[in-house]
């Protein structure tokens, strides 16, 4: 089966895909584009978020991380997916757990992972209390106000996955008393290894992105 993603950042996301490729077991090909193609470090720093924007923070090719606003990206984003329509892509997932307007249009099925979140992360949670891990402090306020409208109880953390392993090993420890039903890592950038350390230091559930999403489309790629 051919699927599209796409990130917010630069492709390919072969972080994203070390951990998800083995999921599909070898019944999906797929292509990627990302909304930060082909353009320099200084024309991506023209995207710096001002007041009121929504952040997003991705991946660059080098593995450098950059925070920009997501209005900026959203024309190449629809370029990005009418390419992959004209190479064959039955499906479209996105590598990022952001929300994104419905001003996006595809002709196949476009998955966000932020939409599977919103629905699947209350079932999770039986008090309606979680923990969300977001990439940056500019995200935090942004973080807060979305999930307070989908559970009761939350709080929000910061650690980049782009930055210092240090910096994920202390927010673990940060959270490690926190009563909560949940933690979700709020990033496709969160990997299987993050994973390991929140839930080997907080002894809570943890909620991936990445592989919840792969996992999601898989049910579609085994036929």
């Not at 209005?71 to 984003?77: A, C, E, K, N």
């Not at 629905?119 to 402090?137: A, Y």
């Not at 500019?138 to 973080?143: A, G, P, R, V, Y």
């Amino acid at each position: 089966m051919k699927i599209g993603a796409i990130t917010v950042g630069q492709s390919p996301r072969t972080d994203v895909t070390a951990d998800i490729m083995g999921i599909f077991e070898g019944k999906a090909e797929l292509s990627e584009k990302g909304g930060l193609d082909g353009l320099t470090i200084e024309e991506i720093r023209k995207f710096k978020p001002e007041e009121g924007d929504y952040v997003l923070v991705s991946r660059l090719n080098d593995g450098s991380s950059v925070t920009f606003a997501e209005r900026f990206i959203l024309p190449r984003l629809q370029t990005a997916i009418h390419e992959l329509e004209a190479e064959g892509a039955e499906l479209i997932m996105m590598f990022c757990t952001g929300k994104f307007p419905d001003t996006l249009k595809s002709s196949v099925p476009l998955i966000y992972p932020c939409d599977i979140l919103d629905r699947m992360v209350p079932l999770f949670s039986p008090n309606s209390s979680i923990i969300v891990v977001t990439p940056s402090p500019k995200q935090l306020k942004q973080s807060l106000d979305k999930w307070s409208q989908i559970v009761t109880d939350v709080n929000v953390i910061s650690a980049s996955p782009y930055g210092a392993w240090e910096e994920i090993i202390k927010a673990a420890e940060q959270i490690k008393g926190v009563n909560a039903d949940v933690i979700v890592l709020d990033c496709i950038g969160y990997s299987q290894e993050m994973k390991k350390v929140f839930a080997g230091e907080t002894k809570k559930p943890v909620i991936l992105p990445r592989t919840l999403l792969a996992r999601m489309i898989s049910e579609l790629t085994d036929r």
